[in-house]
């Protein structure tokens, strides 16, 4: 049977490719070789040829190289005078079908540049999104390294009937995967089916509607190649890596429905490459014994009810998922998901009512395990439109709780509640904000279940330490406003805490090495004044997740000596880093950029660089999507300081970092500071204000540059002169 199956897959990237080279030259000759072709606003070129060739496809010019490969990669067509080993043969037609294929969707990009969505979500009349912008992809990226998204479904075509294909987009979200849409069957396609059937698609759903057709596949593919370039650190051109990486730790796989073309066993031969097996629900050729892929390479006639099943066994892949006992789906596929006005049935907090999260340790007698108590109106007790305050008061008790760990188990509320389908959470603390769908109402969603849902999570993700939890939630004034007093106190005693602690008040750091699963050689290194990269940890955090789990990502540091105290160099650090990255870094610089700095995987809040001109340094937020006086977008800069490499005059940072007094000392504080976006720079305002007082300087906050002044260094360096920058006055960076 596989003769069949290899024949048809050698025969569609045939096809494919003579397609996408009579395109080209239609084009060439329109255009001329010197016209530029690209994805839009991506450091990654065309990522599948980048990756596997090292070839920076940038006009059209380049691409006759590539078509060139093409010809060589392609096997010559299965017939009964032709025998072949008909594996490799298959593989190499699949490499090239999706090299064409790239192209083509490049010169699709050229010729009709509306034919994607320029936006993160679909739009109406357009629900097909094509390749994913670096911004998304970096944004997204980081949930496959936390491990919220263990991998990827490239469907091609769909099922026959809108509820199957909802129920198995459904499955799929609540295994916590992204689901990538492509191409249809007998005239419709998944993303249809789901929207025919009031599910919400996206990337902030998880149900990505790619493309149209069969070619989009190249945007899955490419997707993996770049989580591979960077997190995993690979370097372009470095096919084999790329590969291996991809086989083993990107955990994704094809499924098809329906009749399947050449041009589908092509891409099918294509993804194995990568260790993608494919599984399908039509009557086709198998290939069962294992190889390149983990276990099958092509499972065929698989059942609809056990078609997710089958292909997360398929692929190896291990999802832990407990069930939750709610009225509604719940799983990290759904924290992305918005409620907008016309679905939206209520909302607590956000400004439009009192609204107030806080979770407290209390002694083992005052908690009663599993008690959630709801006291004032609840959902059913509501009209649509009619919002109420909330508190939410979650208690806990164990013998091995202590208060530093409070705002570990804190944090988790916001993922928590957003991760019950139809409920949107936003902001903590007393600005925390929540919203709640019509959809919900109607399955009999009530605020109890948000005490369910904390209620079990807590206890299965922090067994060790918490053995009673409860949960009060009020939805009356006068107890929301006791809860918000009672809130306001725990917050100030937090605060003060990890305020009065400096980098010279301890002897221990903590490692953060969450990130190593794609970027092996980074180690993040957490102090009292400088908070993770990518903003989520600060010291006490990981003193509390030490505590919580011994062997996991946060470890303890000791010092040691001190080799350098202006770089902030450490014999105890450089010594665990060595031995962390597996001696990929061997020196590290603490409150440097210039000389041995941090390491970063790429999930970073913002990016500092080098201003050799302006002889200062500017920071770039992630959100920010214009260009920078480094003549380089975040994009572009994101691929200098990530990929765990250490790259002197770019390093990753959070925005909390921009206010530590151990901000870039090597290089002389916070007056290097020349640049910033403006929407960053009044985000931390009130405490860049507060620090440039601590400096002596309360006027240096107007001598920041923004994009409203310039984004060249040209202009920022005239801007500096016009203001009077300290900058200007110190001795050389470089």
Known sequence: MSKIIYSAAIRGAHKIVDMAEAKFEEVLKKYG???????????????????????????????????????????????????????????????????????????????????????????????????????????????????????????????????????????????????????????????????????????????????????????????????????????????????????????????AFGPVSDEWYANAAGAINWGFPTISDYDIPEILPTGICTYEHVVSQVPHEEIVQKAIEVRGLKVNVTKIDIPLSFGPAFEGERIRKDDLFMECGGGRTSGVEVLVSKDMSEVEDGKVTVEGPDIKDLQVGQNVPLGILVEVAGRGMQSDFEPILERQFHHLINYIQGIMHMGQRNIMWLRIGKAAVEKGFSFSHIGKVLHGKLHQEFGAIVDKIQVKIYTELDKVEEVQELARKVYAERDERLGSMTDETEEIFYSCTLCQSFAPSHVCVITPERIGMCGAYNWLDGKASYQINPTGPNQPIQKGDCLDEKLGRFKGINDFVDQTSRGAVTDLALYSLMNSPMTACGCFEAIAAMLPQCNGIMVVNRDYSGMTPSGMKFTSLAGMAGGGAQTPGFIGVSKHFMTSPKLFVAEGGLKRMVWLPKMMKEEIKDKLIERCKEIGMPEFYDMIATEENGTTEEEILAFMKKVGHPALEMEAIV
């Open 33 to 255: 070789p010197e016209q530029e072709v690209h994805f839009p606003n991506t450091a990654y070129f065309l990522p599948i040829i980048y990756s596997m060739l090292g070839a920076k496809v940038q006009n059209l010019g380049d691409m006759k190289d590539i078509f060139k490969e093409c010809r060589t990669l392609l096997p010559e067509q299965v017939s009964e005078n032709i025998w072949l080993p008909y594996l490799a043969p298959a593989l190499d037609a699949g490499m090239a079908t999706f090299f064409a294929e790239e192209m083509y969707e490049a010169i699709r990009y050229l010729e009709t540049p509306d034919f994607y969505t320029k936006t993160e979500d679909p739009l109406e009349n357009n629900i097909w999104l094509g390749a994913a912008d670096d911004v998304i992809f970096r944004k997204r990226g980081v949930e496959f390294v936390d491990g919220t998204a263990p991998g990827f479904a490239v469907i091609m075509g769909t099922p026959d009937n809108n509820e199957i294909a909802s129920k198995i987009a459904l499955e799929l979200q609540e295994k916590n995967l992204y689901i990538f849409m492509h191409d249809q069957s007998n005239g419709k396609n998944m993303a249809e089916r789901l929207i025919e059937n009031k599910v919400q698609v996206g990337w902030n759903t998880r149900l990505v509607p790619f493309g149209k057709s069969y070619t989009s596949a190249v945007f899955a593919i490419g997707f993996a190649c770049r989580v591979a370039m960077a997190f995993g650190g690979i370097k372009p051109g470095d096919y084999k890596g790329n590969l291996i990486y991809n086989k083993d730790r990107t955990f994704a796989f094809v499924m």
